[in-house]
């Protein structure tokens, strides 16, 4: 069973913070790892994919990949209230298109 | 572009009918997938087709379920007969070679 951990939270930040969302995989031959946003009611949208290990910044976002300890975890810098939604974490499993998520991590930011 | 477009966005249903969802991915897309979401299990992809082509139908729950795609630009997923437990917001989403995918609106199923 492939497994994708994520802590379902709320987790609260404050206006203009940075906010810290984790996932671990159990798969060491994952290769590609998304994040997802998913406001209350609406569907999946995907905002960030990492392929390799370290950083990768667009905007306001930094996805993180550290392979060796099976770990992705996204950044979002200067929060807003309108970050506030669920996060999910997916990794893919035996070829590119078979992905499995995780929980997902629900954000608040505080104004 | 329209996106991808699921019908109905609400059903409920009486425990044993017929549901059929229906499915219209982006033109040009050769892939798509469905998906369920719960509360208790999250996300869980059902069953994707690649070219028309049922690839991976390993998380479709039990042959209570099932889905086609006739051709590429629909595809439908049959739930026969329905239980409570088949509860959920179900997800089509289609792709182009790689990511996985652009979700629909999704189709907000009640079995009571």
Redesign the interface.
């Known amino acids: 069973q492939k497994e994708v951990e994520q802590n379902s939270g709320p987790l609260s930040v404050p206006e203009g913070a940075i906010a810290s969302l984790n996932c671990t995989y159990s798969d060491r031959g994952s290769q590609s790892f ?1 994040w997802y946003r998913q406001y209350s009611g ?5 905002i960030m ?1 990492i392929y390799s290990n370290g950083d990768k910044e667009d905007g306001r976002f930094t996805a993180q990949l550290n392979k060796a300890s099976q770990y992705v975890s996204l950044l979002i810098r200067d929060s807003q209230p309108s970050d506030s939604a669920t996060y ?1 974490c ?1 990794v ?1 499993y ?1 070829g ?9 991590t629900k954000l608040q930011v505080i104004p | 572009d329209a996106g991808v477009i699921q019908s109905p966005r609400h059903e409920v249903t009486e425990m044993g009918q017929e549901v059929t969802l229906r499915c219209k991915p982006i033109s040009g897309h050769n ?1 798509l ?1 469905w998906y369920r979401q719960t509360m208790m299990r ?4 059902l069953i ?1 087709f ?1 070219n028309n082509v049922p ?2 139908d390993s998380g479709m729950p039990e042959d209570r379920f099932s889905a086609k795609m006739p051709n590429a630009s629909f595809s439908t997923l049959k739930i026969q007969p329905s239980e409570p437990r088949d509860s959920a917001v179900y ?1 089509c989403a289609s ?1 182009h070679e ?3 995918g ?5 189709t907000r199923l009640t079995v009571v």
Request: zero cysteines.
């Open positions: 998304f609406k569907s999946p949208e995907l994919f999910l997916a893919n035996g590119y298109q078979k992905v499995t998520f995780g929980i997902g | 892939s997938f999250g996300l869980e992809l994707y690649n690839i991976d997800f792709s790689g990511l996985p652009t979700f629909g609106s999704g």
